[in-house]
C-alpha cells in the first residue's frame, strides 16, 4: 500500500535554503528477478519523481531498478514565498501518487 | 617509559626452563614459551585467554582489562526491567588468574606492533609474540548529532552493562504512569541485533505491571529485524497496545537528539519522551583504532579461519570488534570466537596448520518472565568470510510450554557461559 511522507519546514525565512524530505513506500522490483520456476518477476519501479513549489517545478528525478525499496530523496530548494509544495511519483503499472505540503515564508 | 617489575613466580618458572633447556641442550625450548597477550575481559578475551592455557600450559598469557569485575551484557534487559540485580551481572577474574593467566588490572592505551609492545595506562608495558584484540564495542559519540558522552547520562544507551543499566531502570522508575519511553535503535552493524526489541517487552513487562498507563516508541534505522515475527507477536499476545515501532521506511530513522529537551529528531518527525534510550551507532573498542586493526567502517577485518587481522601481522581479533559476517555480534559467538582463536594461535605457534572452526551461536530473547525464545546457529567461513552453515529459531506458534522451557533454558545457557568465561 503506498504511503508518502513529507519533511517540509513549516516556516522559512525569506531566502533561506531549505532542505526538504520525502519518502516513498514502494516494492522497488528491479525486474531482474526469478521466481523459484524461473518466470520473471516483472518490473515494478517508480520511474519518476516531481516537486512543484507554487505551480513551478523546482526537482525532479527519474529513478531505475538499482535503486532500493522505499526511495528516500531529499533535496534544498530557497524558500521564496508562502504557498504550497506538491510532490508527485510515476511509475510503473500505472503507479501514480501525490502528496503536498505548505510553508509560511516570512 | 622504562619499567622495571618485581619477579613474578612465572619468570622464576621461565628462568628455570630456560636452565632446564640448556642442560637438555636443545636451545629453541629455551624460546618455547611464547608470550600471547589478551585486551579485553570480556566474553570473547576471557575464554579465549582460558583456552590458550588450557591447550597449551607453557603458554605465558596475560589478560588486559582495567575494570576488577566484569558486568554481563546478557540478561541486563531484566535488570533494567527490576527482574534482576546488577550483582548478578557481575564476575571477578578470579578463576581466570587461577587457570594461569597473568591478569593485568589496566587499560590498554597503546599498541606497538613493530616492537610488539602495549603501553599501559599506568605507563609499564607488555611484549607479546601475538596478540589477541577483544576490546568490545565503544559508542560512536559523533555519528548522531546531539548524542556525546555528556547526553548518555540524560539519555542513556545502557548498551554496555554497568552504570548506564542502573540509569535507565531508575529513570523508568521515576517516571510517571502515562509517560513514554522511546528506544532509539541503530542500523546495523550492532552488537546484539536483537537486544532492543528484547528491551522493549521486557520494558512493557514493568510498565504494565508497575505503570499501566504508559507506552513504548520504537524509533528504528531498521525495517526488518531478528526473529521479528515472534517478537510481535508476543507483544500483541502479552502488551497488547503498548509498544509502537516506527521502522526505517515510515520514517523511523533518528537524525538528532536534544538532550536539553528529551527531543528525538527522525526524518520526518520530532518526539518528546519521558525517557529516552538511545542506542547510538557502534565501533570496535577503542584501542582497536589506535592498534590500527579497523579500518574504515570502525570495524576489524580477519581471516576467518584464524581471527587474525587481515591489516596487521601478529594480531588477532575476536568478538563484537570483528567483522565476522553473518555471525551476530553476541556474547556466545565472541565466547565460540575466543576458543577457536585461541586453538588457530597455538596452531600457528606449533607450525601447524589451522583448523576450519564451526562455530556455535545462541542467542535467547525473553519477552516476560517464563516467556523466551531463541535463534540457534552454526557458522563456518565461506568464501573468505563466516555464513550460517545452519541456522534455527523457536516456531513462531509454540506453546507457553514451550516458552517456558526457553525461558529455564535461556538461565541454564547464562550460567554456562559464564561459567566458561569466569567461573
Not at chain 1, 513529507?6 to 522497488?28: C, F, Q, W, Y
Not at chain 1, 519518476?48 to 535503486?67: H, V
Not at chain 2, 520530532?270 to 573498542?285: E, F, L, S
Request: proline content about 6%; charged content about 20%; aromatic content about 8%.
Amino acid at each position: 500500500m503506498p504511503s508518502a511522507l513529507i519533511n517540509v519546514p513549516p516556516k522559512a525565512k525569506r531566502g533561506d535554503v531549505i532542505e526538504i524530505k520525502t519518502l516513498m513506500s514502494h516494492i522497488m522490483e528491479t525486474g531482474y528477478r526469478h521466481t523459484a520456476s524461473g518466470e520473471v518477476v516483472p518490473r515494478d519501479i517508480i520511474t519518476s519523481f516531481a516537486c512543484r513549489y507554487n505551480g513551478t517545478e523546482i526537482f525532479r528525478a527519474d529513478l531505475y531498478p538499482a535503486i532500493a525499496a522505499n526511495p528516500f530523496i531529499s533535496f534544498f530548494t530557497t524558500a521564496t514565498e508562502s504557498g504550497k509544495f506538491e510532490f508527485e511519483w510515476i511509475g510503473d503499472k500505472g503507479f501514480s501518487e501525490t502528496a503536498s505540503a505548505s510553508i509560511t515564508v516570512e | 617509559m622504562a619499567v622495571t617489575r618485581r619477579p613474578t613466580r612465572r619468570d622464576v618458572v621461565r628462568s628455570a626452563a630456560a636452565v632446564a633447556a640448556v642442560t637438555l641442550a636443545c636451545p629453541s625450548l629455551a624460546q618455547a614459551s611464547p608470550r600471547v597477550a589478551v585486551i579485553g575481559g570480556g566474553f570473547g578475551g576471557a575464554a579465549c585467554a582460558r583456552a590458550l592455557r588450557r591447550l597449551d600450559a607453557g603458554l605465558q598469557v596475560t589478560l588486559i582489562e582495567p575494570n576488577k569485575i566484569f558486568t554481563a551484557c546478557p540478561f541486563s534487559n531484566e535488570v533494567i526491567a527490576g527482574l534482576r540485580e546488577l550483582t548478578e551481572q557481575q564476575f571477578t577474574y578470579d578463576k581466570v588468574a587461577a587457570d594461569g593467566v597473568t591478569v593485568a588490572a589496566q587499560a590498554a592505551v597503546k599498541v606497538d606492533n613493530q616492537a610488539r609492545t602495549i603501553g599501559l595506562a599506568d605507563g609499564s608495558t607488555i611484549a607479546y609474540d601475538r596478540l589477541v584484540l577483544a576490546p568490545g564495542i565503544d559508542m560512536r559519540f559523533d555519528a548522531l548529532p546531539g548524542y556525546d558522552e555528556a547526553a548518555s547520562q540524560k539519555m542513556p544507551h545502557a548498551w554496555k552493562a554497568g552504570e548506564q543499566t542502573l540509569l535507565l531502570r531508575k529513570q523508568l522508575e521515576a517516571m510517571d504512569d502515562g509517560g513514554t519511553v522511546a528506544i532509539a535503535v541503530p542500523a546495523a552493524p550492532l552488537r546484539c541485533p536483537p537486544a532492543p526489541y528484547e528491551r522493549a517487552g521486557l520494558i512493557a513487562h514493568y510498565l504494565k505491571t508497575k505503570k499501566p498507563r504508559s507506552k513504548i516508541l520504537i524509533l528504528d534505522a531498521k525495517d526488518n529485524y531478528s526473529q521479528q515475527k515472534l517478537f510481535e507477536n508476543a507483544w500483541k499476545e502479552l502488551y497488547p497496545g503498548m509498544i509502537e515501532r516506527i521502522a526505517l521506511s515510515q520514517g523511523g530513522r533518528v537524525t538528532s537528539i536534544d538532550p536539553g529537551t528529551n527531543e528525538i529528531v527522525t526524518d520526518f518527525g520530532n518526539y518528546t519522551a519521558q525517557v529516552a534510550n538511545i542506542i547510538p551507532p557502534q565501533k570496535a573498542g577503542r584501542i582497536a583504532e589506535i592498534a590500527g586493526a579497523a579500518d574504515h567502517t570502525g570495524w576489524c577485518p580477519i581471516d576467518p579461519v584464524t581471527f587474525a587481522s587481515k591489516l596487521l601481522p601478529n594480531i588477532h581479533v575476536i568478538g563484537d570488534a570483528c567483522i565476522a559476517g553473518g555471525i551476530p555480534k553476541s556474547a556466545s559467538a565472541a565466547s565460540a570466537q575466543g576458543k577457536a582463536c585461541a586453538a588457530a594461535i597455538v596452531n600457528a605457534l606449533a607450525g601447524k596448520a589451522p583448523d576450519t572452526p564451526r562455530l556455535n551461536g545462541a542467542c535467547y530473547n525473553t519477552v516476560a518472565p517464563g516467556y523466551a525464545f531463541s535463534l540457534r546457529g552454526i557458522y563456518q567461513p565461506k568464501d573468505g568470510q563466516y555464513a550460517e552453515a545452519e541456522v534455527v529459531t523457536s516456531p513462531v506458534d509454540a506453546s507457553r510450554e514451550v516458552r517456558q522451557r526457553e525461558a529455564d533454558e535461556a538461565l541454564g545457557w547464562f550460567k554456562a557461559i559464564t561459567g566458561d568465561a569466569f567461573g
